[in-house]
């Protein structure tokens, strides 16, 4: 089953929503070769035809997402505990999980046989990032207990970006291509990646939807991720496209 239900007291109200989970796959551009799954949620239906999709999510919290990501990975291993090689998931996650002592020590109890990774969402995170030695303790616990670490959402245009860059040694920096096209980089993208990935293992490009994207960009990073390789897509779609 891809759907979980969660319940919310919205107006005095106990409402629920069904989240169904879907696979995107991130993807070597020259081989097509699967590199790893972003575990994604879609709210399918909900208690209230008044409360609509979007505006369900605009209550959920941290404490949510806590709930959401622990769900994931547990989903991740009932539904892939007898795949054929091992495949790596990532879940999106904010700073505040990682912050998080409870959090923690739950996820740190995964034992399934694929890898998980975490994509840090830092966003509202800005002041004294480098002094912060709670963030800094949280990655360290997670990366000791073998989860890998992506910096999600990487913001070119932002000063603070690279700074974040400083607090851990990243596997992955994922960047948004639509941020490249808003501010005109895309004629410094070669610059800005060899800057980003002298603090991570390799860059991710997602957002890709085009052939022009793609042909423009394949041989500047190292993974691509977007509708030009393919949609999010459940688990059953994904086990037969990708022989898993």
Not at 19 to 43: D, G, R, T
């Amino acid at each position: 089953d891809d759907c979980v239900r969660v319940f919310i007291e919205i107006d005095k109200k106990m409402l629920y929503a069904d989240f169904q989970f879907l696979l995107q796959p991130i993807l070597n551009p020259k081989s097509a070769k699967l590199y790893a799954f972003e575990v994604l949620s879609k709210v399918v239906r909900t208690s209230s035809e008044f409360i609509k999709s979007n505006d369900f999510l605009n209550y959920l919290d941290d404490d949510f997402i806590k709930f959401l990501a622990t769900t994931k990975i547990q989903w991740v291993r009932k539904t892939f505990n007898k795949n054929k090689k091992i495949l790596t998931f990532s879940i999106n996650i904010s700073f505040k999980c990682i912050e998080d002592k409870e959090f923690l020590s739950k996820v740190s109890s995964y034992d399934g046989r694929n890898v998980i990774a975490f994509e840090v969402n830092l966003d509202g995170h800005y002041s004294n990032i480098i002094k912060n030695k709670k963030l800094k303790k949280g990655l360290d616990i997670l990366r000791e207990n073998n989860f890998l670490l992506f910096f999600d959402n990487f913001r070119i245009n932002k000063r603070y970006s690279i700074n974040l860059l400083y607090i851990f040694n990243w596997d992955i920096v994922k960047i948004n291509r639509e941020s490249l096209f808003n501010y005109h980089l895309d004629d410094e993208l070669d610059f800005l990646i060899k800057v980003v990935s002298s603090h991570c293992s390799m860059v991710a490009l997602q957002g890709i939807e085009t052939s022009h994207q793609y042909n423009e960009f394949k041989n500047t990073v190292s993974l691509m991720q977007g509708y030009y390789f393919l949609p999010p897509i459940n688990h059953i779609d994904a086990i037969e496209k990708f022989n898993i």
